[in-house]
Every structure is written in C-alpha cells, then in structure tokens.
C-alpha cells in the first residue's frame, strides 16, 4: 500500500459510513482507446502510474463505468490496484449500469454487476451508479434489483447520475415505499459552466441527504485554462466534448475569464478555484478525469482554498440558463 501525505480530507458519503477523499478519481480517462470510444485515454502503464499518484496525495475514491472503453477502464483499475498492492478496504471503487443491453432491466443489472466485478477483480463495489434514466424499465423493477446486491453484500451503496429532478424523486419514493436501498450519492452534470440542476435536481438531493459527486467539474478542462481550445488528443477528438460546451462558448467565456482573474489573484491554478467553487456549494467530491499527474496536483490545491462570499458572486454573476445536458429525454 502506498503512503498518503496527509493533506487530503475526506467526508462520509450520505449516511453510508463510506468515507471518501474530497477528490476522486475519474475513469473515463483510463483504458484502451478505441474511434467508438475514445481516442485519448490512457493505456494501462499511464493509468498504473495516475492511480498511484493519486493515492500518494491521499486519494482514495475511484469512479468508472461498464462502458468507459468497453469495459477496459474497470479493467486496467483493477489491475493497478492489484499492482500497486493497494488493500481493498483502503480504496472506495464505484461504477455504472445503463449503458449496456437491458439497460436497467433486472436481469441486465444481475449481469452487468458479475462483469464489473470480473473486470476490476474484486467481489463488491463501495457504491454502484445507475448511468441514466431508463424509460423502458419499470421503477420499482430496477431498484428492487439494486436493493438485491446490497443485500447479497455484492454492493455497499447506491447512487445515480444525471436525470431529471422528477425521476429522482419517483425512485426514492419508489425505494422508500417498499423498503428499498435508496440512493446516497448523485452523480450530475455540474460545474461554474453549466448550474441548471440547480433549479430542482440538487435541492431534491439535499432534501434526502444524498451526496453530489458531480462529474465533468472543470468542463472538460475549459475552467483550467484561459484558452477555449488547446492542441491536445482530446480537444482535437472529442466531439462529445465539443458538443457539450460549444454552443455556449460566446456566453461561457466570461465565466472562465472570472475563474482565471480570481486564480492569478490567490496564485493557484484555474482548477483550483474552480472545484473550490463546488465545495463552498456543498458539494462531496467531484470527479477529476485526468491523463497528466499535474492535474492532479492542480486540483488537490482545492481542498484547502475557501473562496470568499464576493469571490463567489463573481464567480456566479455571468450564467445564463443553458439547455439541458446530461439528462436524457425520452425515446421518441
């Protein structure tokens, strides 16, 4: 097991009793790249060495997915951890379902958990995310499934990612009605660019006590740099990326020029005010996809940085309403 340096802190997630770092790792960025996938993520050697970087600066959360280079995200994961000798109670591992055939059907719940397993080499997950909504499945359907591995000790926690405020709330009360597992822990779309689960998605968490560990917190890296676009694998390749953000490029651009003014004043980088933005908005951890260790010794300089209230309001003074990005509609 590596050493931590002490600096980081930590917080429970919900009232699960899981402790986690105030950072955690993003997976995204790990695993074999791939034209369907993506082309700029970080083959197993690299991920070896970001993980144990992580670790050494007091990391101990790690999000992937089934999906996240077909499986091969979970796969170098675990591989590095087996690696870098890591105990398995000394790191909390969390990972998704939706993205897959049944999307959350039980059955394909029962079958995406064995794979997910199978590839991070390990019997439980800490938490276990459902991806999206799925419009297909009947509610009560999938979390009963859910509740299943949490009793039969396959899963410690539950949590969901973007969706919209309404189906949030039907699937606690869902849970709370037969007495389910409910979810602890809400992964969604949130950053200084784009706030709109602000309106409903967020009070609804603080409402249950659920946990924000938002994904995407720098923007896909536009709130850690003055420049919109950089000459960089992912800017070059990453059309989701560019989907995401673009469109609202004219608008946002202010905002990160906030973000950079605030950043020269405390002397930290562009990351840092922008993650220490989302702890003085409560939130847990969010997710810090990286492919170069520097990013993460930008971003752990966040935990210790207290903006001010007048920083805040600077910070906030130049959003405007974007569209909706993360949750998905329903199929037509």
């Not at 089934?66 to 995200?73: A, L, M, Q, R, V």
């Not at 994904?215 to 890296?221: R, T």
């Not at 951890?285 to 001010?308: E, M, R, S, W, Y």
Request: negative net charge; hydrophobic residues 40%; proline residues 4%.
């Amino acid at each position: 097991m590596r050493g931590y340096n002490g600096d980081m802190k930590y917080i429970e997630i919900g009232k699960t009793g899981i402790e986690v770092s105030r950072l955690c790792v993003g997976g995204m960025s790990f695993g074999e790249p791939s034209e369907d996938f993506h082309l700029w993520t970080l083959e197993q050697g690299a991920t070896t060495r970001m993980i144990a970087h992580a670790l050494d600066m007091g990391v101990n959360f790690i999000d992937t997915a089934n999906c996240y280079s077909h499986g091969t995200s979970e796969q170098h994961i675990g591989r590095a951890l087996r690696e870098l000798g890591v105990n398995r109670d000394r790191v909390v591992i969390a990972s998704k379902v939706y993205f897959n055939e049944g999307m959350l059907s039980r059955q394909a719940i029962l079958r995406e958990i064995e794979g997910t397993l199978q590839r991070l080499g390990t019997d439980y997950l800490d938490l276990y995310y459902i991806h999206r909504f799925d419009y297909s499945t009947p509610i009560e359907e999938t979390m009963e499934a859910l509740h299943g591995l949490v009793t039969a000790g396959k899963v410690r926690a539950l949590g969901a990612s973007a969706m919209y405020g309404y189906q949030f709330h039907n699937m606690q009360l869902a849970a709370e009605r037969n007495g389910w597992t409910l979810f602890s822990a809400m992964q969604n779309h949130y950053n200084l660019l784009y706030r709109e689960d602000e309106r409903e998605l967020i009070p609804i968490c603080q409402q249950y006590g659920v946990s924000l560990i938002p994904y995407s917190p720098l923007a896909g890296g536009h709130l850690s740099r003055r420049e919109w676009d950089v000459d960089t694998a992912r800017s070059k390749t990453d059309h989701v990326l560019h989907a995401k953000y673009d469109p609202m490029q004219q608008a946002d651009r202010g905002i990160v020029a906030r973000v950079a003014e605030i950043a020269e004043r405390r002397g930290v980088p562009m990351s840092a005010v922008a993650l220490a933005w989302h702890f003085a908005r409560g939130v847990a951890a969010p997710i810090v996809g990286a492919t170069n260790v520097t990013h993460f010794d930008d971003a752990v300089k966040a935990v210790d940085l207290q903006l001010t209230p007048e920083e805040i309001a600077s910070l906030e003074e130049l959003y405007t309403p974007h569209p909706i990005t993360g949750a998905r509609p329903p199929q037509k």
